[in-house]
């Protein structure tokens, strides 16, 4: 069993930044793919980026530039790092975490190859 705890998320205005963060149980950040997704009013959970146990990560292309994914496997926490922010940015982001077979060939960005999710943490950028 996996538990992430997501946080960091709050209000900012547009260009601005923020990073969230998601303490892992055990070793879970080095052994497992961990994701960032985010779910805006109205719309399905997308996947934003995920980082292989390897070190590779992955983006959607609206973040591309903007975003950076990170982990500290002896801290054992996930990070996301957003500038640049967009108020299309607003949304309640969750990490996750699933074993790495799953995450290859493009499927990182599916919700459905993670096991493991965090609570939740609300971003909210204004214009």
């Known amino acids: 069993q996996v538990h992430l705890v997501d946080f960091g998320g709050g209000s900012v205005q547009a260009v601005g930044s923020l990073r969230l963060s998601c303490a892992a149980s055990s070793d879970a950040v080095s052994r497992y793919c961990m994701a960032w997704f985010r779910q805006a009013p109205g719309k399905a959970r997308e996947g934003v980026a995920a980082v292989e146990t390897s070190g590779m990560s992955s983006y959607a292309d609206s973040v591309k530039g903007r975003f950076t994914i990170s982990k500290d496997n002896a801290a054992n926490t996930l990070y996301l790092q957003m500038n640049s922010l967009k108020p299309e940015d607003t949304a309640i982001y969750y990490c996750?975490?699933?074993?790495?077979?799953?995450?290859?060939?493009?499927?990182?960005?599916?919700?459905?190859?993670?096991?493991?999710w965090g609570q939740g943490t609300q971003v909210t950028v204004s214009s």
């Open positions: 996750a975490a699933a074993l790495p077979i799953y995450c290859s060939g493009g499927y990182w960005q599916f919700e459905s190859t993670y096991n493991y």
